[in-house]
Every structure is written in structure tokens, then in C-alpha cells.
């Protein structure tokens, strides 16, 4: 296959110490198939210097940008508004390709020209920085039962296990006339950016392939990685949960069983709440749990139940007894300072913890 297929979207920011390796990755791919697409995001270092130089010395291969600072999700769009192949990916320019990536996309679509998949799901690595050490992707196992061998396809409508696999957005590639059909942008300025997406082509989607043979390699260990965020950006997390909500109970209208959306979605707000909590500075943690605590107020609670049911299935009991107190505390105005400090959040969950033991027991005598 000699045209290209694919598009690379690089979104940018002050990435003058790792943009080298991520242009070059996709460069030494084994297959010419695809273009890059380096959108510069307003980067105050010497981004613009390398981004132009790889421009000049590619020129029709590599499409430099500078647009002033829009996020990482206002850098995607621009890139998706420049592309004009058949396929679109995203890679961080702290992350890397594995060499075959493009020609193993290559020779799957080419098995099946007359089945065109609106998501192609790769399966990156996870690369830490501070060993040097590479491990599996954190959803590796379920991959592996979703798409058992390069080139498997599923309908995410009639298996909902897709919807568990991990959120990060570039791990997917997209169909361009699927991303122009169902109007798919990504909200700019806004930290968390891929979970909701996540949802929202998946449950749009009904051709999805899995390739398990490449992906990227994930940096794991950057301290600007919006992971690592301690201040005001955690806040976030409740415009990206507003959308997430609001797009949940749209889905259900009309619906007369329980959509299959909801313990991922619920999974994921509890835990990125709970974890958010944890990493938020003391400056932010306060206003961020009484956010919370407004936020889920407004979550039905019959969305606990299927969490806390299908929990039972692919969960282990602690992680469900955290789901448990996390819900209890975050609704309890009157216990929300259990979360406005490490050591008495620590000490206090051991207290509820033991109340729900005394509670289950006493159920059972």
C-alpha cells in the first residue's frame, strides 16, 4: 500500500526535549503510509524551531502549525481540521511508536477492504522513567478477550465490555468519515480531556477492529503529565464529569433497561475522583471535595447499585469497599473533612471501614 492512510496528529507544548524522538518514531516506521501533523500549542521553548526545521526537511510528509495555546484538546481539533487522509491518530510528544505500527494498520485494513472499522484499537507499553523498565498496558488482559488475535471485530453495541477498556485516546485510530459523522471535537482547555470521548465514539460506533501487535509506548513518570497535576487543574475533572452525566442520561431516555455504560462510567468518575482527591494540593482539596460532593448529589443513586453489582464481577472486594466509602463520605456534607487532609483521611477511613464491617455483620446475625 503506497498512498497514505494515516495522519499522526503531535500536539505540542514546550516539548523541545522529547519531540525529537516522537517525530522520529513515526519516521522510521517500516511503511511510507501516513503523514504528521505537528501542532505547535503556543510552546515558549524550541518547539517551533524543530517543528519548522522537520517541516522544511519533509516537506508534503510533515504539516507544521503554531496556533496560540488552545490545550492539548484545542491542538487535537486543529490537527483533525488539517487532516485529509482516511485515518487520524494521536501521539503525546513525550510518547513513541513501535517501528511495524503503520504497516500492521496497513495490512489489516488491506485483508478487509470491503469492512472499513470506525476505531482501530491498538495496545501500547507502558515505558517508566524512572526505571527504564517497560510493562503491559493497563487493560491488556480484557484486549486480549476482546480482540484474541489481530484483526478481530466486535460491534461496541452488542459487547459492553469495550466500554471498560482504558480511556486514552491515543490508543485509538478514527475513521475520518466516522469522526465527520458523528460531529466529534474534543473540549478545549480542559485537563482529562479523553475520558468522555472514550464514551461517546464507542457508543457511536459500530465497527470496531483490535490489533494487539503495536502500538505506543506510553512515558510514564513525567511530571507534566496532567497525572502528576497537585493545583487548580484537578478542577477539571467536574466539567469533564458534568459532560459525562449529561451524556449518560441522554443515552437512557426512552430506554426501558440499564444501560451498559454505567458502572464503566461510574468506575471511572469514582476512582479519578477518589484519586484526584488524594493527589490534589491542600490549597485545591478542599474546594475540589465540596465540588464533588455537589457533583455527585446529582448522580442517582440506582447508578451505585450497578457499580457496586458488576463491581462484584471484575473488581476484587477492596477496591469495592473504596467505591462503597468513597460514595458514603463524598454525600455526607457532614463528612466531607475526611478528605480535606492526608492523615486524618487515613485515619478516618479505617474508622468507616469498621463501621461497614459492624454494619455487614450485624445484617447477617
Same mark, same amino acid.
Given at each position: 500500500?503506497?498512498?497514505? !492512510?494515516?495522519?499522526?496528529?503531535?500536539?505540542?507544548?514546550?516539548?523541545?526535549?522529547?519531540?525529537?524522538?516522537?517525530?522520529?518514531? /513515526?519516521?522510521?516506521?517500516?511503511?511510507?503510509?501516513?503523514?504528521? !501533523?505537528?501542532?505547535?500549542?503556543?510552546?515558549?521553548?524550541?518547539?517551533?524551531?524543530?517543528?519548522?526545521?522537520?517541516?522544511?526537511?519533509?516537506?508534503?510528509?510533515?504539516?507544521?502549525?503554531?496556533?496560540?495555546?488552545?490545550?492539548?484538546?484545542?491542538?487535537?481539533?486543529?490537527? !483533525?481540521?488539517?487532516?485529509?487522509?482516511?485515518?487520524?491518530?494521536?501521539? @503525546?510528544?513525550?510518547?513513541?511508536?513501535?517501528?511495524?505500527?503503520?504497516?500492521? !494498520?496497513?495490512?489489516?485494513?488491506?485483508?478487509?477492504?470491503?469492512?472499513?472499522?470506525?476505531?482501530?484499537?491498538?495496545?501500547?507499553?507502558?515505558?517508566?522513567?524512572?526505571?527504564?523498565? /517497560?510493562?503491559?498496558?493497563?487493560?491488556?488482559?480484557?484486549?486480549?478477550?476482546?480482540?484474541?488475535?489481530?484483526?478481530?471485530?466486535?460491534?461496541?453495541?452488542?459487547?459492553?465490555?469495550?466500554?471498560?477498556?482504558?480511556?486514552?485516546?491515543?490508543?485509538?485510530?478514527?475513521?475520518? @468519515?466516522?469522526?465527520?459523522?458523528?460531529?466529534?471535537?474534543?473540549?478545549?482547555?480542559?485537563?482529562?480531556? @479523553?475520558?468522555?470521548?472514550?464514551?461517546?465514539?464507542?457508543?457511536?460506533?459500530?465497527?470496531?477492529?483490535?490489533?494487539?501487535?503495536?502500538?505506543?509506548? *506510553?512515558?510514564?513518570?513525567?511530571?507534566?503529565?496532567?497525572?502528576?497535576?497537585?493545583?487548580?487543574?484537578?478542577?477539571?475533572?467536574?466539567?469533564?464529569?458534568?459532560?459525562?452525566?449529561?451524556?449518560?442520561?441522554?443515552?437512557?431516555?426512552?430506554?426501558?433497561?440499564? @444501560?451498559?455504560?454505567?458502572?464503566?462510567?461510574?468506575?471511572?468518575?469514582?476512582?479519578?475522583?477518589?484519586?484526584?482527591?488524594?493527589?490534589?494540593?491542600?490549597?485545591?482539596?478542599?474546594?475540589?471535595?465540596?465540588?464533588?460532593?455537589?457533583?455527585?448529589?446529582?448522580?442517582?443513586?440506582? *447508578?451505585?447499585?450497578?457499580?457496586?453489582?458488576?463491581?462484584?464481577?471484575?473488581?476484587?472486594?477492596?477496591?469495592?469497599?473504596?467505591?462503597?466509602?468513597?460514595?458514603?463520605? /463524598?454525600?455526607?456534607?457532614?463528612?466531607?473533612?475526611?478528605? *480535606?487532609? *492526608?492523615?486524618?483521611?487515613?485515619?478516618?477511613?479505617?474508622?468507616?471501614?469498621?463501621?461497614?464491617?459492624?454494619?455487614?455483620?450485624?445484617?447477617?446475625?
Amino acid at each position: 500500500m503506497d498512498r497514505e !492512510i494515516i495522519s499522526f496528529i503531535v500536539p505540542a507544548y514546550n516539548a523541545e526535549v522529547t519531540l525529537h524522538r516522537t517525530i522520529q518514531s /513515526i519516521l522510521n516506521q517500516t511503511s511510507d503510509s501516513y503523514r504528521i !501533523i505537528i501542532i505547535n500549542d503556543g510552546s515558549t521553548d524550541k518547539t517551533e524551531e524543530i517543528g519548522k526545521a522537520y517541516s522544511q526537511k519533509y516537506p508534503g510528509r510533515i504539516t507544521y502549525v503554531y496556533q496560540p495555546n488552545r490545550g492539548l484538546g484545542g491542538a487535537r481539533n486543529h490537527g !483533525i481540521e488539517l487532516a485529509d487522509t482516511e485515518y487520524i491518530s494521536f501521539l @503525546d510528544s513525550d510518547d513513541w511508536l513501535m517501528p511495524h505500527y503503520v504497516e500492521h !494498520i496497513a495490512a489489516q485494513l488491506e485483508k478487509n477492504p470491503g469492512q472499513k472499522p470506525e476505531i482501530i484499537m491498538t495496545l501500547p507499553q507502558i515505558y517508566d522513567e524512572n526505571s527504564k523498565l /517497560i510493562a503491559d498496558w493497563y487493560d491488556q488482559p480484557l484486549f486480549r478477550e476482546l480482540f484474541p488475535e489481530d484483526g478481530a471485530y466486535i460491534n461496541p453495541q452488542a459487547d459492553s465490555r469495550i466500554y471498560r477498556t482504558d480511556v486514552n485516546q491515543c490508543r485509538k485510530i478514527l475513521q475520518m @468519515d466516522f469522526v465527520k459523522k458523528v460531529h466529534f471535537r474534543f473540549r478545549e482547555k480542559v485537563k482529562w480531556e @479523553d475520558v468522555f470521548p472514550h464514551f461517546y465514539l464507542l457508543s457511536n460506533c459500530q465497527i470496531c477492529t483490535g490489533i494487539g501487535s503495536v502500538g505506543f509506548y *506510553y512515558r510514564k513518570g513525567n511530571s507534566n503529565q496532567i497525572t502528576a497535576s497537585r493545583g487548580k487543574d484537578r478542577m477539571d475533572l467536574l466539567q469533564v464529569y458534568d459532560d459525562l452525566l449529561t451524556y449518560l442520561k441522554e443515552t437512557e431516555q426512552g430506554k426501558a433497561h440499564e @444501560d451498559v455504560m454505567r458502572y464503566p462510567v461510574m468506575r471511572i468518575m469514582v476512582s479519578f475522583a477518589n484519586e484526584g482527591i488524594r493527589m490534589a494540593d491542600l490549597d485545591t482539596r478542599k474546594e475540589l471535595v465540596k465540588a464533588l460532593y455537589r457533583f455527585f448529589k446529582n448522580v442517582p443513586e440506582a *447508578y451505585d447499585k450497578v457499580l457496586f453489582r458488576e463491581g462484584k464481577k471484575y473488581c476484587g472486594k477492596s477496591e469495592i469497599r473504596q467505591y462503597r466509602i468513597f460514595l458514603a463520605v /463524598i454525600r455526607n456534607r457532614a463528612l466531607l473533612p475526611i478528605f *480535606y487532609d *492526608y492523615i486524618y483521611r487515613d485515619a478516618s477511613e479505617q474508622l468507616v471501614k469498621k463501621v461497614f464491617r459492624k454494619l455487614k455483620h450485624n445484617e447477617t446475625t
